[in-house]
Every structure is written in C-alpha cells, then in structure tokens.
C-alpha cells in the first residue's frame, strides 16, 4: 500500500479529523471519524473534477485478464487508462480475489483520490452453490428460505471479491414465452413483492458493510415482463392500471426494503424506452418513492435509444439518459466520452452530474470500501466459503420445498423404497449440467447431482437408466441456440424394452437448462425434441408413469395431463437438484410446493393468468345456451390447464369454518379472517393457506381474483390449525391511472384455500 493511497484513503474515510484542499476553490475540508456517509460524500464530489464525477457513472465489463499483462492496444488500452485515471466507478464480470485486489488497486492506488471501485456480477442464484432457479424458488412460497438462500450467494459471491449483484428480478410476467420467466417470482404481485424482499434482505442483511452481504439490484424497471409476444427485448404497450397496479409493486416494495440499486430496461414504455424514461425513473421512483439508491442501465441500453429511434445520436442519448435518471452506464461508453461537453455546452446542469455521482458514492460508503476497498478480496476466506458443505444443506432444503405435485392419480406416489423394477428414462434424468439451469456463470460445468445419482442412493429396488433419447447436441449458454433432436429415436426401442419389464417408469423430460433464460424466448413450450414421441411410445407398453418435470418455464402438456398418472414440477434445481428429486420421488420429503405461474392448455391461450378482468360477457347466456357471443375459445376451454396456486401434497387438507368477526367494517378498521385447516391424510404435510379478495365494484374494473395474504404450515396426520389472515386500507386499495393510491367503499368478497381456484368464501361491506 503506497504513501498516496494511505493519504488519500483515510482523509476521505475520516478515520480522523484532517484536512485536505478542494481543489476548486481553495476551501479547507474537515472530516470527522462521527460524520454522517452524506457529509462526507458532499466533501468528497467537491474535490472531484468533472470528468472525475463522469468515471464514477461509467461502468466497464471486466477486459483483459488483470493479473496478467496489461492491455497495449485497442479498446482493452482506453479502458485501461480510464481505469488508472479515475474514469471508472464499478467493473462487472470481474471475480476471484486475486482478480479482483489487481483491478481494485488500480483504481485505488494510481488515481488521483484512488475512489475504490464496486465490482458487480450477475449472481441470479447462487455464486458457486447454486439453489434452484428463481422461479423455483418461489414456488416455495416460503419467504424464510428464499432469504436464506440468497445468504448463501451473498456469501460466496463477497467471499470472491463481489460486492454487488444484479438481482434480484422482480419483472411480473403472464407469458411463459419469455424465456427471462425463470429469473422471477411469476405473475402475481403481491408474491412478487413479497418474494422481492426476502431476496433483497437475503442479499444485503442488516448491515451492508458486513463483508457476507452484497448491494442488490432490482431490476429490470419497468414492464419489461410484459415485451410483446413474449419477445426478448421487444416492446412493450400496457395501460397505466397495469403498471401501478401489476408491474410496479414489487419494486417499490424492494425500495422500501432499501434496495440499493436498480437496472432499467431494455423495452419502452409509453413510447419512451426505459432507459431514457423520466416519468419512470425521475417522476415515479426517485420523486414519489423517495429513492436514495442509483440506477444503472441494461447492458449498452443508451446505445440502443439511438438504434430505437429515439436518439438521434450518442451525444442525444447521453443527455436522454442522465436528464431522465440513469445515474451509471453500463458498457455503452456514452456517458464517459459526451457527458463533460454536454455540461460545457450548457446542455445538461452539473447538478445532474453531482447527483448521480452523490447516489453512487454513497453505496460505495455504505459497503465500507472506502474503509478498505480490499475488504472483499480475502483469498483464505474465498477458500473457506466458496463451495462450503453448509450451503450444499440450504440450497437442497431449497430445491426440495420448490418442487410442485402436479398429479398423483391412485397415490402412485412416493415411490415403495424397496421390492420394486423402476425405469428410469430421459436425458435428463443423466444429466448433471441442465439441471443448474441459466444465469449461472461462475459456476462449474456439470456440477449438478443428476437424478440418476439421487436415485441410486435408494439401493433396495432394482433401478434401470436408459436414456431414451438426447434432447440436444450439445450445449451453449451465450454464443448460440441450441440444436434440439428432432429426428433421433435411435434409442427409443431399448428405453421400451426396458419399461415393458418395469413394475414404476420414472421419466425425466422437459427443457434444457439453456433453453429458458435471457436471449431464450420460444413459441412452443410443448416439450423439445421427440420427447413427446418418447412419452407416448413407454405409455403404450406402461402406463404406471411418474413424469418429472425440469425446465425454466411453464410447458403445455396436456396429453401428459391426461394420460400421465403422476407429475411433479422439478424445474432446474441447482446444485442439489438429484438429491432433491429422489427424496420427494420416495417420500422421504413431502411436497408442498405451489404454482407461481399458471401453466396453459396450449400457447394459444397465452397470456392466461388468475388474476384477469371479468369482462362484460364472462359466461355463456343461460338463457340462450347456444349462442357463441361470450368471451372463450372455440377449440379449447378458458380453464388453464393448472392453475396459478395449485400443488398437491402426499396427505390431503380440508378447509373451514371461514370467518369474519363482523360483515360490516369502517375504512379505518383491521379486519381479522380465520379458517380451520385440517390434515385429513395419513402423514405429516405443509399446506401453503392463500387468501385472495374480489372487489366488486369499483372506479376501475379489477380482478376476479387477487391474492393478499398466504401463510405456509405444517400438519401431522389428523391434526387442525386455525389459520388468522388480516386485512387492512393497503390489502384493500389500489391504483389509479394516475399512480394514487386509493380505498373505496363497497362489497368485498374473500376467498381462502389451497390455490387461486378456492371456493370457500364470505363476504363483507367497508363503509
């Protein structure tokens, strides 16, 4: 550590009162060990040159090997002398402490105010132990364990070096086109927002400048769930209902749970793409959220107002951009190379500048790296945490409370853990790089438990694998698509020998695990390949089928629906994922997962989601039974094929004795629900209690259905709880167009039970 960085470090850090000279205007600067992080920030933006301001809004991906040579030539070099001139404020995809330490000395050491860097990194879920894929996760509907295991990615990530991650993703989406579902929590808000929090507090903990926690990033803000057609990057056209009442809660939930940081989107919205939106990020999330936080763009997403059409060059989109309130570009180069000349021209005040600049420091402040910007690049540490035997526990506690039963036709499930022939078929069920599903890049290849591996830890059946057929050939998560087998059943005839003789067939099919996630939209979501044809084909020869299901999405299988007499939903599981399957498979784990999206009939009835508008002609006339002049399909029925909420349990539950204390209550009154839930099965099982409430009547139409409460809960055989939900004036109201939150009188109507299809309900009155 050079004399430089010990003067210009603990001045700054105030580790003691001294002086230093602004350099603007010959000011003496004094600051305190007590000064609050505001104070010194302000003292700090003051000796900052412009372009000193600018570095910290500019963000590079890391771009050369940093403990090696650095670069002589070409962009690598600018980036480079950007980096020891002070010109950058945060590098992503820079991991590993001694990667990280090189970078970061740098930008501390060879600066003029050696400003530390904050190193960001895609941590989607999971650093190294990875836990199921976030659509799993909540599945889970249990807030506890998604928090711990964002915990144990917090933990692994700061232990290489990371000190903010790009997660989580709270984007509500109804299209399970979108490849980017698998990222979020699904289609409903109020879990969405629920879930957003739990990942944020997972993340940045009680203190931020604890070296186990890193600063989340909400993200993408906003709309981008709903791009058109399910499209990745594509447009977006939804009503202001929409967006304050489907698409935002979650983000301002993760404001209040003080996130840090947020990423803008890719899509428009209202005509103005994201990035250079002021009504979303000026009016709305800085002005009447009151957000302290920054935001940083999407990968190159000022660049790409120019190729929009909204900018008519970089310079235009420079000052789009920063008016608007994107405080930090990532990876466009635009900030760092037009804003100097657009403050010198008079075109954009300074006050921007120092504005965005206050918001990034100040989150530097907060994580302590003016402390000790090497405070996440203990390389003994990264040793003792990465990987640890701890987080293997966590992340399989995870994937096994993630996965949904489906269907369990003549209790065919669990599995008998002895005396039986069990098939096992599928690629999938071999496969130990799929099952860690997309967005986990610091991961290893093949890491994963395969189900094959699970299964073979139950050792008193007599358990054949044959593969069936190959979904891929081979695989890639960044540069190209997959090559999905449509042709192959070359191995078709031993997987049907095989099953003839099987007293159980267990077939594991679905998607790949790099067919869902960012870039990976499809218009089909029936199975890939000749997977079908496989399914069939063993159905013919057995039909006792457990089909387990691994992908990043909902699929369309109705004939499996049909035919198939148990299915479990297993979805990409992480690390863990084999063990997690066999234990559920055999009963040692008793599923309680529920849907977080509905999963359709077929694509054609896509978007299909519960919480939908009731409409002026809902139902066929009774009156006229014949008449087609009501809102369906004609070739299917408005039903999804499994609805949002739903999963199955080896035990069974029954609901009742709902009840209201009163039918009649004032704006200002809690109103207090109950309902008994009893395990009427034979074995001890977690029953997840959903409360949803209907508006009858309002200044804006609102759904049949929505969901305001859910309580998760354990039942052994025979035993009832009372489960106590509470509503109030913020589980009542909703949205305006214009972004007011508003409570009106009228009747309410509540639903309570095991999913979004739930009979059992009262009413009330609020005056």
């Known amino acids: 550590m050079n004399i430089k960085f010990k003067l210009i470090q603990y001045i700054i850090v105030t580790i003691m009162f001294m002086a230093c000279t602004d350099n603007h205007n010959n000011n003496t600067i004094t600051y305190s060990k007590t000064d609050p992080i505001n104070k010194k920030v302000d003292s700090l933006i003051k000796i900052m040159t412009l372009k000193e301001k600018i570095g910290q809004m500019n963000q590079y991906n890391g771009f ?60 989607i879920h999971g ?26 990615a917090a933990a692994e990530a700061s232990a290489a070096g990371i000190n903010w991650t790009f997660a989580p993703m709270v984007d509500i989406s109804r299209d399970p086109r979108w490849g980017r579902v698998m990222e979020g929590a699904g289609e409903d808000p109020f879990l969405g927002s629920k879930i957003a929090v739990a990942r944020v507090k997972g993340f940045q ?7 186990n926690t890193i600063a989340a990033c909400a993200k993408h803000f906003a709309a981008y769930g709903f791009s058109e057609a399910g499209k990745e990057y594509n447009t977006v056209d939804i009503g202001n209902s929409t967006l304050h009442n489907t698409v935002l809660p979650p983000f301002k939930a993760a ?78 180069h635009i900030y760092v190379s037009e804003l100097e000349q657009l403050v010198k021209d008079g075109v954009i005040d300074e006050k921007i500048i120092d504005e965005a600049a206050r918001r990034i420091l100040t989150v530097k402040f907060e994580l302590g790296l003016f402390d000790d910007p090497y405070r996440y690049c203990d390389e003994t540490r990264e040793k003792e945490v990465v990987n640890s035997p701890k987080h293997l526990d966590v992340v399989l506690d995870m994937a096994k409370k993630s996965i949904v039963l489906l269907k369990n036709e003549n209790d065919l499930l669990p599995l008998k ?36 591996e699970g299964m073979q830890n139950y050792k008193d059946n007599n358990l054949i694998y044959k593969k069936g057929a190959d979904i891929t050939v081979g695989d890639t998560q960044f540069v190209n698509e997959l090559t999905i087998n ?97 234990q559920v498979l055999y009963g040692d784990y008793n599923p309680s997962g529920k849907l977080p999206m509905t999963f359709p009939r077929n694509v054609g009835q896509i978007p299909i989601y519960y919480n939908h508008k009731n409409t002026g002609r809902p139902v066929r006339d009774a009156f006229n039974p014949e008449l087609v002049f009501w809102s369906h399909y004609s070739d299917v029925e408005n039903t999804p094929l499994y609805h949002f909420g739903h999963g199955l349990s080896y035990t069974t539950f029954k609901y009742e004795n709902l009840a ?14 109950s309902v008994g839930i009893t395990n009427t099965g034979k074995v001890t099982g977690k029953e997840v209690a959903q409360l949803y409430i209907r508006d009858l009547v309002a200044s804006t ?67």
């Open 64 to 123: 050369w090997d940093v403990t090696g040579p650095a670069p002589d030539n070409g962009d690598a070099e600018i980036k480079y002398e950007h980096l020891k001139n002070g010109l950058v404020g945060s590098m992503l995809s820079v991991r590993g402490t001694k990667a990280v330490r090189a970078v970061q000395k740098i930008a501390v050491e060879e600066s003029r105010l050696g400003i530390p860097l904050i190193i960001g990194f895609d941590v």
């Open 127 to 152: 650093y190294k132990t990875l836990s199921p894929i976030p659509l799993a996760e909540a599945a889970s509907w249990d807030l506890e364990a998604i928090e711990k295991s964002a915990q144990v």
């Open 205 to 211: 903990g009680d203190d931020l400048s604890a070296v």
């Open 255 to 332: 404001v209040e749970a003080n996130v840090k940081t947020l990423m803008n989107a890719f899509n428009e919205y209202d005509g103005v793409p994201a990035t250079g939106n002021e009504y979303l990020l000026r009016n709305i999330l800085k002005d009447k959220w009151g957000f302290k936080g920054f935001v940083i763009t999407d990968w190159a997403s000022i660049k790409e107002m120019v190729i929009w059409g909204y900018a008519k060059d970089k310079r235009d989109a420079a000052k789009i951009a920063a008016l608007a309130g994107s405080d930090m570009d990532m990876e466009s």
């Open 417 to 452: 853990k002895q005396g039986q022939n069990i098939a096992l078929i599928g690629a999938l069920a071999n496969e130990k790089n799929s099952p860690l599903g997309s967005w986990r890049i610091a991961s290893k290849d093949n890491t994963g438990v395969s189900v094959l």
């Open 486 to 582: 449509t042709t192959d059943k070359s191995e078709f005839n031993e997987a049907i020998d095989v099953a003839k003789k099987a007293d159980v067939v267990v077939m594991v099919l679905g998607e790949h695990g790099f067919q869902s996630g960012e870039a990976r939209s499809r218009t089909d979501i029936n199975l890939p390949g000749v997977q079908q044809e496989l399914l069939e084909a063993i159905y013919k020869v057995n039909k006792n089928i457990v089909l387990v299901l691994n992908n990043g999405r909902p699929l369309s299988i109705t004939w499996a629906d049909k035919h198939i007499p148990a299915i479990l939903e297993t979805w990409q599981l992480g690390t863990q994922a084999g063990h997690a399957v066999a």
């Open 660 to 673: 209201l204390e009163k039918t009649v209550f004032g704006m200002d009154e809690t109103i207090n629900i």
């Open 701 to 767: 139409t609102r759904p049949v259905k929505e969901l305001k409460g859910f309580e998760l809960i354990e039942l052994q055989a025979g035993e009832t709880k009372t489960v106590n939900f509470v509503l109030n004036k913020a589980s009542l109201g909703f949205y305006n167009n214009q972004g007011d939150f508003i409570i009106e009188p009228g009747t309410f109507e509540i639903f309570i039970g095991g999913s979004s299809q739930t009979t059992l309900n009262t009413r009330f009155e609020l005056e």
